[in-house]
C-alpha cells in the first residue's frame, strides 16, 4: 500500500480509538490522568501487546512517537469538545472501521516479518485490531466488551484468511487494499445490521 | 520423562484448562468468539506469561501450533456437549491435577535454561502451572480464585521445591516423574479433603 | 546517587509498596498466597511492566534477588503485626513518596539505557514507579486509584521533565538527587493538602 495512504488511515484510525477510549474512561470518572492512560492504552494496547508478544522491543510506540503525539493532541481535544465530538459519530466509526482494516493488516505483517506461520499471524492481526479495547475494559473493571456485544473481531479474522488466500496470485499492495476495504466493510455492514454471535446458556 | 508421556500429559492438561475455561465463560454468557479467548487464555496464560517475563519471544503456543490446535478442537466441542461434559467431572479433575504438575515442571525447566535461580525457577514452575486462570479471571473481571479459594499454588511451589532437593541426589527423569505424582498428588488430596488456607481480618 | 543511598531509599520504598499491597490484599479476604502476590505485584509490578515494554529480560526481580526477600520478609510481618504497623502510617507515607522518587529516576535512566527518546523516558519512569499500584487493583477487580482518586503520577511526570531540564547544566548525581527530592516533596504537598485533578461529566 502506498506510504502515504498508509499513514493517513493510521492517524485517522488512532484518532477515532482514542476518542473512543476518552468516553468510556469519561463515564467511569477518571480524573485527566486517567482519561489519557485509558486514551493511550485504547489506542496503543492491540499493537504494544503483539509487540510483547513477539518480542519486537521497545515497542512500536516508543520508537515512533507520531501516534502518541496525535493521541496527546486528540485526548484534550475530546474532553473540551466533548459534547460536540458526538455530532460526528458516524465519521468516528467510519474511522474505526477502517483503522480496524488498517491495524490487522499491519499486524499480520509483523508477524510475517518473524517468520511466525499464518494462523499465528492471523491472530496477531487480530490481536493488534481490537486487544486496545481489551485492555481499556480490563483497566475499567468491566468484561471487555469485545466478548459480547458486538461483531468486531470477526472481520479481522476473516480479513486475515483472505490475505493468505489472495497473496499468492495477486499483488502484495493489491491483496492489502483489497484485505481493508474487505474488513472495514464487513464490520460495517455488521454494525448497521447489527449481526450478534449468539451466546450461550 | 520420555517425551511421548510429556505430549500426552500436556494435551490432557491442556484439555482440561480448556473446559475449564469455556465453563467460565458460557457463566458469564460470552459470545463464540469471547468463549474461545478465554478458553485459550485459560490454557496458554500461565506458559505466555512466563515467556514475556523471561524473554523467550515469540511466545510457545506461536512456535509450536499442537496445543493451540488442540484448543480449537476442544473449545467447540465442549460447547457443543456441555452437558454430557459435565459427567466427566473428575476425569478432567484428574487431567487438571496431573497437567498441573507437568506444566510446573515445564516452567521450571525453562528458567533454568535461561540460568536463573532456582527460587525463581519454582516461581515460573508456579507461574506456568497456575496463572492462565489468574488472566481467564481478570478478563472475566473477577477476583482470581486462585488468590482465596482453593489450595492450587501449593503443590506447585512445594513440587518445584522437591525438585530442586532430589536433583542432585537422583537422575534427572526420575526426578521429574517424582515430582509430577507428589505435585498431582497433594493436589487431589487437598482438592478431596477440601484444605484451605486462612484468610485474614 | 550514592550507591548507598540508593540501595537504601530502594529497600525502604519496597516495604512501603509491599505492606500497602498487603493491606488492599487483606481488604479483600484473600489468603495467604492471595496477599504475597497482590504484595509482590504491587511492589514490583512498575518495573516488570517497563521491563517488558523496553525488552530488558528476564525482567530485573528474576536477576536480582534483594527485592524479593525484602517483599518476602515484608508480607509476613505486615500479617502478624498488622494492627501495630497501621500506628506507622506516616512513616510509610514518606517511605513511599521517596520510593516514587528513586523508582522514577531508576525507570528513566532504563530507558535512556536503551537510547529511547526523553519523553519515552518520562513515561518509563512514571509506569516504574506508579504502577504497581494499576496491576494490585486490577488483580483485586477495582478500578486503578491512579486513574481516579490522588495526585500520584504528577510529581513522577513532573520530576521527569524536570531531570531533562537540568540535565545539560547540572552534574548528573546532582540532577538525581534533586529529582528525588523534588518528587517526594511534590507528593507529600499534594497529599497533605488533598490536591485533586477535576474529574468531567
Request: aromatic residues 10%; glycine residues 8%; hydrophobic residues 50%.
Amino acid at each position: 500500500m502506498p506510504f502515504s495512504a498508509s499513514f493517513i488511515i493510521e492517524i485517522l484510525g488512532t484518532i477515532s480509538f482514542t476518542v473512543s477510549g476518552v468516553y468510556s474512561a469519561l463515564q467511569k470518572r477518571l480524573d485527566i490522568l486517567g482519561v489519557l492512560v485509558i486514551a493511550f492504552v485504547t489506542a496503543t494496547g492491540g499493537g504494544t501487546i503483539r509487540d510483547v508478544l513477539i518480542g519486537v522491543t521497545p515497542v512500536t510506540w516508543m520508537r515512533d512517537l507520531t501516534l502518541p503525539c496525535v493521541i496527546l493532541i486528540t485526548t484534550p481535544a475530546t474532553i473540551i469538545f466533548r459534547k460536540k465530538v458526538r455530532d460526528y459519530k458516524i465519521t468516528l466509526f467510519l474511522f474505526d472501521a477502517i483503522g480496524l482494516g488498517l491495524f490487522t493488516i499491519i499486524g499480520l505483517q509483523k508477524g510475517l516479518s518473524v517468520s511466525l506461520h499464518p494462523a499465528v499471524c492471523v491472530v496477531l492481526g487480530t490481536v493488534t485490531g481490537c486487544f486496545g479495547s481489551v485492555v481499556r475494559d480490563v483497566l475499567l473493571n468491566q468484561i471487555p466488551t469485545l466478548f459480547r456485544t458486538e461483531i468486531y473481531a470477526t472481520p479481522s479474522i476473516a480479513g486475515g484468511i483472505l490475505y493468505f488466500v489472495l497473496l499468492p496470485v495477486v499483488d502484495k499492495t493489491v491483496v492489502e487494499v483489497i484485505c481493508i476495504i474487505f474488513i472495514s466493510g464487513i464490520r460495517i455492514i455488521a454494525f448497521t445490521r447489527k449481526w450478534r454471535f449468539p451466546s450461550f446458556l
